[in-house]
């Protein structure tokens, strides 16, 4: 069994992947800020949750961090 994938901060790169994995059949998590990246993922299957609960889920998952610094 492959093991959850759960993606931190799906902007272009990610979302594309999450998409792609989603499809395959993998169970993927993500998080995003942005409402239309929010919709493109959830219409693929992915599982989009705040940063909270992503973290709490990350025990034998796959995790890609791509969270921006924040600006300060």
């Given at each position: 069994?492959?093991?959850?994938l759960l993606l931190l901060g799906c902007g272009y790169t990610l979302t594309r992947f999450a998409v792609?994995?989603?499809r395959a059949g993998r169970e993927v998590l993500a998080t995003t800020r942005d409402a239309a990246r929010r919709a493109v993922?959830?219409?693929a299957g992915v599982r989009?949750?705040?940063l909270d609960?992503?973290?709490s889920r990350a025990a034998g998952a796959h995790v890609v961090d791509s969270v921006p610094p924040d600006a300060g």
């Open positions: 069994m492959t093991a959850p792609a994995e989603a993922l959830e219409g989009v949750v705040s609960d992503a973290l």
